[in-house]
């Protein structure tokens, strides 16, 4: 299957920083990543969609002003959390979804904690 | 209604046990369906598509009932290793783009 890389795979911050979380695919040009998050024993839930060369789609409760996105070019999206608080802490999971493949593939996540 | 729903589980069950896990959707117009299994702090790991036909992969057999919305996903033989949770996924249209939808996870436990 197709191979996506997230970074940083772990991140601990101080309330109020901003925190930028990078996903790639590595082997395959995703026209679509998708950035979910997951809070202990919940369910993934889907924060927006990344599409390359326009906006990025959010899911409904999701702030677009919070959670800024960018898909630059076909093997890179970032995630930036910004002024992230305690209760932003999280697991933070990009899938991609290139040209030739129907399923998605996750990144490794990114686990941020803020204090 | 959830748009994706499984039965959170945990199951329990003994080693060589088959095992079988239900997943409902809501859209009738979903095209695509997956099931995932995630491990404990791990993203999740595409298991195998489901097809109309039914497929099956080794010990993994996966069917799809259109009619009745919903997919499954049959484990034989269970070992220790399948311990994990299983994410069932569905993809449709919404709002104009493609999109993904998980249900909430199967948890397993195979016991010695």
């Known amino acids: 299957g197709a191979v996506v890389s997230q970074h940083p795979s772990r991140v601990i911050c101080k309330s109020g920083t901003s925190v930028k979380i990078e996903c790639r695919s590595l082997d395959f040009q995703a026209t679509t990543m998708f950035w979910y998050r997951q809070f202990p024993k919940q369910s993934l839930m889907l924060m927006a969609t990344?599409?390359?060369?326009?906006?990025?789609?959010?899911e409904q409760g999701v702030e677009k002003d919070k959670f800024l996105i960018n898909h630059a070019s076909l093997t890179l999206s970032t995630l930036t959390v910004t002024s992230a608080h305690p209760e932003d802490s999280s697991f933070y999971i990009c899938?991609?979804?290139?040209?030739?493949?129907?399923?998605?593939?996750f990144g490794p996540g990114t686990r941020l904690t803020v204090l | 209604r959830k748009e994706v729903e499984q039965d959170p589980g945990p199951f329990n069950v003994p080693e060589g046990a088959t095992v079988a896990f239900n997943c409902t959707y809501s859209?009738?117009?979903?095209?695509?369906f997956f099931w995932y299994r995630q491990d404990c702090r791990k993203e999740p790991k595409l298991l195998m598509s489901?097809?109309?036909s039914g497929n099956e992969d080794g010990r993994f057999t996966a069917q799809l009932n259109r009619a009745s919305q919903y997919i499954s996903l049959l484990i034989r033989d269970s070992k220790l290793s399948d311990s994990a949770t299983y994410l069932c996924a569905v993809k449709g249209w919404s709002g104009g783009y493609q999109k993904v939808t998980f249900g909430t996870g199967t948890k397993l436990q195979v016991i010695p």
């Open positions: 859209n009738s117009a979903s095209q695509s």
């Open positions: 489901v097809y109309s």
């Open positions: 899938s991609a979804n290139g040209l030739t493949y129907n399923e998605q593939f």
């Open positions: 990344s599409n390359e060369g326009s906006k990025a789609t959010y």
